[in-house]
């Protein structure tokens, strides 16, 4: 019997690629690793995206690293969300072991130490890299709305504060430039100006400035404002290799909803800014979503309909989405069902819950004639995944139980003294370690209150028939409030254009 004949070979035959490929790992049968039997990722459609699935402790992580290593090699860029801190270790090459010689001598992998260029990030200024940021207006409604927990109703309020700022040209940096306005909105002038288009309620806007005072609190104050992250500094190569960026979210575990939202906004922004590129031979960049169960969790339908929509047209961007979480049933179907690559770690099933999601994992896998699925899924040591790709030609591979190769970088963290000088010696943080607070809503909020003429004695009550003049009638009397408006309307021009999740346009 040939090699090809084997089942292995018969296995390995699908992921026979002809342009450039990630080498994942081999093909295991009844437990014995066939070397010959090579399963690959082609480049070409790592831009159909991806899912690693798998329980705690099965080796998600490394399969993470293995990934970026093998796309920063080939000269393609990636994001990572360091969530627990542990990954680091891509900036500095491996150390040889017993576990990792016994591994590549087994798969016939040439293992040789290897660092990768990396950039440390973090959400604000209390992590361990460069504090990026967004501002208010760039972060737009439908986000904000998901960070702060608002309902449907409040959420669309909270659309109505964004519209009215934007028409006027007040720049929402940072809370305090949305708690000015929406402080302004409930007040006699907000709603006169108001009148027509809606209105805010005292009700929905001390939910919404509540929501604002806690997302405050855990951190959020230091996160919104300016410099404003350029996500183009995300696309960048450094010798021919492609740079990885580490969001090191360790700071911000028990602030799930603001990270998860954050990277979000990430991938909105990159379908807003990049041009079309259509199919190209490997991507330009590959967006890592951890903790992708964090991002579902209570979104509205329409959230969820907004990220299917990114997810089916950023692909024409030249970027590719992974999805890392625990089950495939953590991800709605109509976003699982756009993700062409599966790497499927262990599954446990000690519970009549855990037996019925693996009843559906299995479900979202390819028929085989070679493994029982619901077996394999729980006895796949760590390292170990079930694997089905889409191939060259757009059609799903076999379903390969895959012996992962080890990654080349350090498994593990480098430490927070050698994170923080490649910080101290990176150019985006002399970018973005500094704040700006340029004038904006509450400034210039403030500045026409302290312009308004001073009251004089208590006015007779009008004649009945009289109509009182509306807020933008009395505001451009005020000689500040006419310069303002000026100055907002040659900056503007337009009312700021809004994309999917209601993130600024540029």
């Not at 159909?48 to 402790?57: C, D, E, I």
């Not at 950023?314 to 049933?329: A, E, M, N």
């Not at 062409?340 to 693996?358: E, K, N, S, V, Y």
């Not at 970088?409 to 704040?435: F, N, Q, R």
Request: aromatic share 6%; glycine share 10%; proline share 5%.
């Amino acid at each position: 019997m040939t090699e090809q004949e084997s089942p292995a070979g018969e296995i390995a035959a699908g992921y026979a690629s002809e342009g450039a490929a990630l080498e994942l790992g081999a093909v295991v049968i009844d437990g014995q690793v066939d070397a010959a039997a090579a399963v690959r990722l082609p480049l070409a459609t790592l831009n159909r995206h991806g899912l690693v699935a798998g329980a705690t402790g099965t080796g998600k992580t490394k399969t993470l690293q293995l990934i970026s290593e093998q796309l920063s090699a080939a000269g393609v860029p990636v994001v990572l969300a360091d969530v627990k801190g542990d990954l680091s270790g891509l900036a500095a090459a491996g150390e040889a072991n017993d576990k990792v010689t016994k591994r590549s001598q087994e798969l016939g992998d040439d293992w040789a130490g290897t660092a990768f260029p990396v950039q440390f990030l973090s959400l604000g200024t209390g992590g361990k890299g460069s504090p990026i940021r967004a501002t208010i207006t760039s972060f737009g409604p439908v986000l904000l709305a998901k960070v702060l927990g608002l309902n449907e109703t409040q959420e669309s309020t909270l659309g109505l504060i964004f519209h009215w700022a934007d028409q006027r040209g007040l720049a929402l940096l940072d809370t305090k430039d949305l708690r000015s306005v929406i402080t302004h909105l409930t007040g006699d002038e907000g709603k006169e100006d108001l009148k027509g288009i809606g209105g805010v309620s005292a009700a929905t806007a001390g939910v919404i400035l509540r929501a604002l005072s806690n997302l405050e609190a855990q951190g959020g104050e230091d996160f919104f404002g300016e410099p404003e992250l350029d996500v183009h500094d995300l696309m960048r190569q450094a010798d021919g290799r492609g740079v990885v960026t580490l969001l090191e979210l360790d700071n911000l575990q028990a602030k799930p909803a603001l990270f998860s939202t954050f990277l979000m906004w990430l991938l909105a922004e990159l379908f807003e800014e990049l041009p079309e590129e259509g199919d190209l031979d490997q991507p330009k960049l590959v967006f890592f979503f951890d903790e992708a169960h964090l991002l579902f969790a209570d979104a509205s339908k329409a959230f969820l309909e907004r990220i299917e929509q990114t997810v089916k047209l950023i692909r024409s961007k030249g970027v590719g989405v992974f999805f890392c979480t625990q089950l495939p049933t953590d991800i709605p179907n109509a976003v699982l069902s756009q993700l062409g690559a599966r790497i499927q770690h262990a599954l446990r099933a000690f519970t009549p819950d855990d037996q019925a999601a693996l009843a559906k994992t299995v479900k979202t896998y390819p028929k085989t004639k070679f493994y029982e699925l619901d077996d394999v899924l729980t006895s796949l040591g760590i390292g170990e995944a079930v694997v089905t790709v889409l191939s060259e030609g757009g059609a799903p591979t076999p379903v390969a139980w895959t012996r992962l190769r080890a990654p080349r970088s350090k498994m593990g963290s480098i430490g927070d003294e050698a994170v923080a000088a490649a910080v101290s010696s990176s150019d985006l943080h002399a970018k973005y370690a500094g704040t700006i607070d340029r004038e904006s809503a509450y400034e210039k909020l403030a500045a026409k209150v302290a312009a308004a003429p001073a009251p004089e004695s208590a006015p007779e009550a009008p004649a009945p028939a009289k109509e009182e003049p509306g807020f933008l009638e009395s505001a451009m009397k005020n000689p500040a409030v006419k310069s303002f408006m000026r100055s907002a309307a040659s900056a503007l021009g337009r009312e700021i254009t809004r994309g999917l999740f209601g993130n600024r346009r540029r």
